[in-house]
T-cell receptor
C-alpha cells in the first residue's frame, strides 16, 4: 500500500532564507508527484507536477525534484517571503489510479 | 472560467439527516474526485470518477454515495449523517492523462454533524 510521508510537520524560518521541504513515498511505481499549497480555510493550489519520467520542475522561486528509485521528492523555496507561509502537501498518483496525499508541512516564514 | 466550484460552503446537520454536496467544473475534465480532510489525517479520497456515468471507491467510501450524471458535475451524498462525517470536503478535477493529471481543487465545504 502506497504511503506518503512529509517531515517535518511544521517549520519556521526567517524571511529571506532558502528552504527545503521533504516528501517520501513507499512505492516507486507512480505516474507523477504533485506539490500543493493550502492556505488556512482554503482549498489546495497546485504548485508543481513532476511526471515519473522527469527529475525536476521549476516555477519561479520553486523547484521540485523527484528521485523515484529512493522514493523521495523535495520542494526547494528560494528567498522565502512571509507570503510563502502556508501548508505544503505532496501527493503521488499510484498505478491503481489512486492519489495519495501526505499530511503536509506547515511552513511559517518569520518577518 | 470559474474552475471548480462547490455548493454549499458550510452546512450543519443533525445525526441521521441527509444531504448532497455539489461539485461543478468548467474545464471539460474527465476525472473528478471527492476528498475529506481531517486534522492529523490529511486528505483522504472518498470516491472518484473517470468519466461521465462512472464512479469508483476511494480510500474511505463507507457512508457516502456519488453520482456523475453529467460530465461537469459530481455529487456526493450522505444518506444518514453521523458525527464521524464532520469534516471539510474538497472536490477536485483533472484531465484524463495519468502521467500529467494536474489536479484542480474547489474551495471546500465545511460540514458539521451534531
Amino acid at each position: 500500500k502506497q504511503e506518503v510521508t512529509q517531515i517535518p510537520a511544521a517549520l519556521s524560518v526567517p524571511e529571506g532564507e532558502n528552504l527545503v521541504l521533504n516528501c517520501s513515498f513507499t512505492d516507486s511505481a507512480i505516474y507523477n508527484l504533485q506539490w500543493f499549497r493550502q492556505d488556512p480555510g482554503k482549498g489546495l493550489t497546485s504548485l508543481l507536477l513532476i511526471q515519473s519520467s522527469q527529475r525536476e520542475q521549476t516555477s519561479g522561486r520553486l523547484n521540485a525534484s523527484l528521485d523515484k528509485s529512493s522514493g523521495r521528492s523535495t520542494l526547494y523555496i528560494a528567498a522565502s517571503q512571509p507570503g510563502d507561509s502556508a501548508t505544503y502537501l505532496c501527493a503521488v498518483t499510484a498505478r491503481d489510479d489512486k492519489i495519495i496525499f501526505g499530511k503536509g508541512t506547515r511552513l511559517h516564514i518569520l518577518p | 472560467n470559474a474552475g471548480v466550484t462547490q455548493t454549499p460552503k458550510f452546512r450543519v446537520l443533525k445525526t441521521g439527516q441527509s444531504m448532497t454536496l455539489l461539485c461543478a467544473q468548467d474545464m471539460n475534465h474527465e476525472y473528478m474526485y471527492w476528498y475529506r480532510q481531517d486534522p492529523g489525517m490529511g486528505l483522504r479520497l472518498i470516491h472518484y470518477s473517470v468519466g461521465e456515468g462512472t464512479t469508483a471507491k476511494g480510500e474511505v467510501p463507507d457512508g457516502y454515495n456519488v453520482s456523475r450524471l453529467k460530465k461537469q458535475n459530481f455529487l456526493l451524498g450522505l444518506e444518514s449523517a453521523a458525527p464521524s462525517q464532520t469534516s471539510v470536503y474538497f472536490c477536485a478535477s483533472s484531465q484524463w492523462d495519468l502521467t500529467y493529471n494536474e489536479q484542480f481543487f474547489g474551495p471546500g465545504t465545511r460540514l458539521t454533524v451534531l
